[in-house]
C-alpha cells in the first residue's frame, strides 16, 4: 500500500505485521537523542517501542521482547520518562501517488520563491499565531507552494527533507477567511506532487486532537499510517 520510503524507515525488516496487543521492542543506534525513546502504533499493524541502546540499557527492555502498554508505562514512569502527545503521521499510497501524479495543476497554485515574500509575510501577519506554531510554514523551506485569490495569497505549504530522509514533512495554513473553499486541499496536492517529482516522499503529521488538520490530510488523499509518541522534549 504505502512506499518503500515509508515501510523501510519505520518498519524492521524482519516483522510480523499482524496487530498484536503486545508492542515489539526495536533497539536503534540511529535514533538521536530527541527521540531516544519512541511508541508507533501502526494503522491496523504492529505497535513498536524503539529505543536507542542507552535507553534501552537504563529501561532494561532488549531488542525482540514484547510488552503491554501497562508495563512499559510503569517502567517509563519508573525511569522518569514521559511520552508527549500523539502525531498522526499520514502517506499517500501508492495507487494515491498514482492520481496525484495525473493531475493538472490549478492556475492559482504555484512554487513560491524569494520573489513572494510580501505576499508571504501578509499572510502570517493576518494568520492566528496558534495556527502558525501548528503549521511551521517558512518560505525559506526546501519547497514551497501557494494559493491565490487575486493577489492576495490564501493559503501555503512548505515541505523540508526530514532527518536526512527522503521523506518530505510538509505544513499548511489557509487563512480563515478562505477556508471551506478547497484551498488547503489544493495547495498541498500541489507541493506534493513536487515533491514526488524530486524523489520524496511527502509525509503530513499533525496532533492526534487536531481535527481541521486531520480533516485536510484526509481531503488531501493522504491515509493513516499511525500514532507515533516521542520522549517529550525535557527529557
Known amino acids: 500500500m504505502f512506499s518503500s520510503f515509508v515501510t523501510d524507515q519505520w518498519m524492521p525488516t524482519v516483522l510480523d505485521a499482524g496487530v498484536s496487543d503486545l508492542a515489539l521492542v526495536v533497539v536503534d543506534p540511529t535514533l538521536p537523542e530527541r527521540r531516544s525513546v519512541a511508541r508507533l502504533r501502526v494503522e491496523a499493524g504492529p505497535v513498536l517501542v524503539s529505543l536507542t541502546p542507552a535507553r534501552a540499557r537504563e529501561l532494561a527492555l532488549a531488542e525482540g521482547d514484547r510488552i503491554d502498554d501497562a508495563s512499559l508505562g510503569l517502567v517509563l514512569e519508573r525511569a522518569g520518562v514521559t511520552l508527549n502527545g500523539a502525531d498522526h503521521l499520514f502517506y499517500l499510497t501508492l495507487d494515491a501517488q498514482a492520481v496525484l501524479r495525473g493531475e493538472a495543476p ?102 492526534e486532537d487536531n481535527v481541521a488538520s486531520v480533516a485536510l490530510a484526509r481531503a488531501a488523499g493522504f491515509t493513516p499510517f499511525g500514532l507515533w509518541e516521542v520522549v517529550t522534549a525535557e527529557e
Open 106 to 207: 490549478s492556475p492559482a497554485t504555484r512554487q513560491l520563491t524569494e520573489a513572494d515574500a510580501p505576499a508571504f509575510e501578509e499572510l502570517t501577519a493576518a494568520a492566528p499565531e496558534a495556527d502558525l506554531d501548528e503549521a511551521f510554514v517558512e518560505l525559506d523551506h526546501w519547497l514551497v507552494f501557494g494559493t491565490f485569490v487575486g493577489d492576495r495569497l490564501a493559503s501555503a505549504v512548505s515541505m523540508y527533507p526530514w532527518d536526512g530522509t527522503r521523506l518530505a514533512d510538509l505544513g499548511g495554513i489557509t487563512l480563515p477567511e478562505f477556508r471551506g473553499r478547497g484551498l488547503g486541499r489544493t495547495t498541498v496536492r500541489a507541493a506534493s506532487s513536487a515533491a514526488l517529482s524530486r524523489g520524496y516522499e511527502p509525509q503530513y503529521r499533525c496532533q
